[in-house]
């Protein structure tokens, strides 16, 4: 397996910062993952399904609601019900897979979201369930991202899915029949738009998703699954971190213990400088996106500061791969619209609580990656002499990986 970065003297706020410009803009992907989530939607709806509590409450205090003519409970359909999301999912495994993958990944992941649905539904009315549940999901990237291949996207689908469908409570209303139901909309939805798009490809050449060529297969033999090293520490560390949060937001559904646990989620990658580069494309996205929704907010009416927010959602996504600071920027103007219009446009006020629950995020996730990753792999490699006692780590060749 590759061998782990350790942190080196070289890193600099403006190396993390720097855009990565070979990445595309994922636009095509946006498209295709909108269409097959709005199919979705309108199918649920027709299903007899409509928003739980949540919706509700955004319907009645977002300002569309009041204000135009047409059934804009679609329009809510499309955000909060599970078949949307699972639309969501389903479509993202397909795309970015080689194309001959693509309908096999597509089913794959269906199967997963199943699963991960009634998991959700089983878990959702307690909150020590939901935490222990996270804490197994999120354990299992670490461990399966050392090997590669399809379980390594698929645990990543699945831990992200049970965020949404468990920790926010979306799976609550539902009852068996519902979860069958819903996945099998959502499932369906992501194929059908699967085919069009390959019919459109056959007959015009134009290829709305453009999948990326195949990778050779590893002949590597990878670890055991649950043999220790750098993998199994991450494992322990995010789900004992995620879990512990996701439990106690389950259970007061205080909005800090949310935002905290999302950040330190979010900058906690494979490798300490990763780690670092995330961190800091995080904090400075956060601050971006805080200052630009309030001074909107300043001068703008209400409406057009939630309009601009889920403009801004669309933008984030296309940058996700290519500017993870741009991401996180559009992200938090989103989340900043919608929290503060749900709160009689207190938009000032959600910008300090971003800001800081990012810091504090950032600090625990900072403090126990150096505690749990880094020191072990620094005292690691002096140990089997790739650093020599009181050199910088990262200034010798990488020890060998000991996962």
């Known amino acids: 397996m590759d061998s ?51 919706a509700r409450v955004v319907e009645s205090n ?96 699945v831990a992200v899915a049970f965020f949404f469908f468990a920790v926010m409570g979306i799976a609550k209303d539902l009852d068996p029949e519902g979860v069958l139901v819903q996945a099998a909309i959502g499932t369906g939805a992501a194929v059908v738009v699967l085919v069009v798009l390959w019919i459109i490809r056959r007959l015009t050449g134009f290829a709305l998703i453009q999948q990326p060529p195949a990778k050779p297969r590893s002949t590597e033999k990878p670890p055991p699954f649950f043999s220790g090293g750098l993998a199994m520490r991450q494992a322990l560390l995010l789900g004992a971190l995620l879990g512990t949060t996701a439990g106690l937001w389950a259970a007061t559904k205080n909005h800090n213990y949310f935002w905290v646990m999302v950040t330190f989620w979010a900058i906690t990658q494979a490798t300490p400088d990763a780690t670092f580069d995330r961190g800091i494309k995080r904090v ?67 910008v300090l609580l971003r800001l800081a629950d990012t810091a504090v995020g950032l600090v625990i996730g900072f403090t126990a990656y150096w505690l749990v990753i880094t020191l072990p792999e620094i005292r690691r490699a002096r140990r089997e002499g790739a650093l020599a006692p009181g050199a910088t780590a990262g200034s010798g060749p990488p020890p060998p990986d000991g996962t």
């Open 284 to 350: 400075v996205g956060v601050m971006v996106g805080c200052l630009l929704i309030g001074g909107l907010a300043v001068v703008a009416q209400p409406d057009v500061v939630v309009t601009v927010g889920f403009v801004m959602l669309y933008v984030g996504v296309v940058f996700w791969a290519r500017n993870y600071t741009v991401y996180i920027a559009s992200i938090t103007m989103m989340t900043v619209a919608l929290h503060g219009d749900l709160e009689n446009y207190s938009f000032g006020h959600w």
């Open 4 to 54: 782990p970065v350790l942190p080196s003297k070289g890193r600099t706020l403006r190396g993390a910062l720097k855009p990565d410009t070979q990445a595309p803009l994922l636009w095509r992907p946006a498209i295709a993952v909108a269409l097959a989530s709005t199919l979705a939607g309108w199918l649920t709806w027709l299903a007899g399904y409509r928003p739980p509590e949540i």
């Open 62 to 157: 977002f300002f569309l609601g009041a204000h135009l003519d047409f059934e804009y409970q679609l329009l809510v359909v499309a955000k909060v019900l599970p078949a949307v999301f699972v639309a969501w999912f389903v479509m993202m495994a397909a795309t970015f897979v080689p194309r001959k993958k693509s309908l096999p990944s597509a089913l794959m992941a269906g199967v997963a979201m199943l699963a991960t649905l009634f998991l959700a539904w089983g878990a959702v009315k307690s909150p020590w369930a939901v935490g222990a549940v996270m804490a197994v999901v999120i354990a299992m990237g670490p461990l399966t991202r050392r090997h590669g291949g399809a379980g390594a996207g698929l645990a990543m689908l």
